[in-house]
């Protein structure tokens, strides 16, 4: 199975470009698990536009992981990038029961 179907249900790596189910631009995922500065709402991922980059913070996409359309391309995969997925996935589940 390609780990690109293996990630679908989870977390996906920083690094990992997508598409989202409203968009027709290729964003790169730069961060999970990130505040909205004014509403305090948490979401999956935080990303900018790809292959531009950082431009400016109104390009800046917050987004969850059922927004995801398609994997163009994963991040990178290493121990330390599977010690931190068991980790929000196992912070994720605690959350979930309070």
Avoid: C
């Avoid at 995969?77 to 929000?88: M, T």
Wanted: hydrophobic share 35%.
């Amino acid at each position: 199975m390609p780990l690109e179907e293996i990630y679908m249900d989870k977390y996906l790596p920083i690094g990992t470009v997508v598409y989202l189910h409203e968009g027709d631009k290729t964003i790169m995922i730069y961060g999970r698990m990130q505040s909205h500065m004014e509403t305090n709402t948490v979401y999956d991922y935080v990303a900018y536009l790809y292959p531009e980059g950082n431009i400016d913070h109104e390009y800046t996409y917050l987004f969850n992981h059922d927004q995801v359309r398609e994997v163009v391309f994963l991040g990178y995969v290493n121990d330390e990038e599977k010690e931190f997925l068991a980790f929000i996935e196992e912070d994720s589940k605690r959350n979930d029961e309070t």
